[in-house]
């Protein structure tokens, strides 16, 4: 929960390094509020859910590409059909790479 509670906190922040764990557990927590709203036929909560986690599932997702020594303009490629989907996901699961131009890896950082 706090890798949910952290994206939050950074709301909008776009700029930075998030570590494949951080990426996933919000994910993960994301698609649990989802499933469960559903199951309790809350679509409109679901629907409200969804565009208020918006920018932070940008925002993270951004600073997971930025990991991998991409920018975060990439999340653009799911526009292509089929294939952009399995692309960006690829490049979401890659390991962190060493310091770039984003920053220092922060697996570095969270071992010391």
């Known amino acids: 929960m706090d890798y949910f509670i952290g994206a939050l906190k950074q709301y909008a922040d776009f700029t930075g390094r998030a570590r494949r764990k951080e990426y996933w557990m919000f994910i993960l927590i994301y698609m649990i ?65 060493d310091a770039n131009d984003y920053g220092e890896n922060p697996k570095l950082n969270e071992q010391m």
Not at 68 to 82: A, D, E, K, N, Y
């Open 33 to 97: 509020i989802n499933i469960i709203l559903a199951v309790l036929g809350l679509e409109a909560i679901s629907m409200i859910v969804g565009l208020v986690l918006l920018i932070p599932s940008i925002s993270i997702a951004t600073r997971r590409l930025h990991d991998t020594g991409r920018t975060g303009w990439w999340q653009l490629i799911v526009l292509v059909p089929l294939i952009g989907i399995i692309v960006l996901i690829v490049f979401l699961i890659q390991d962190s790479h």
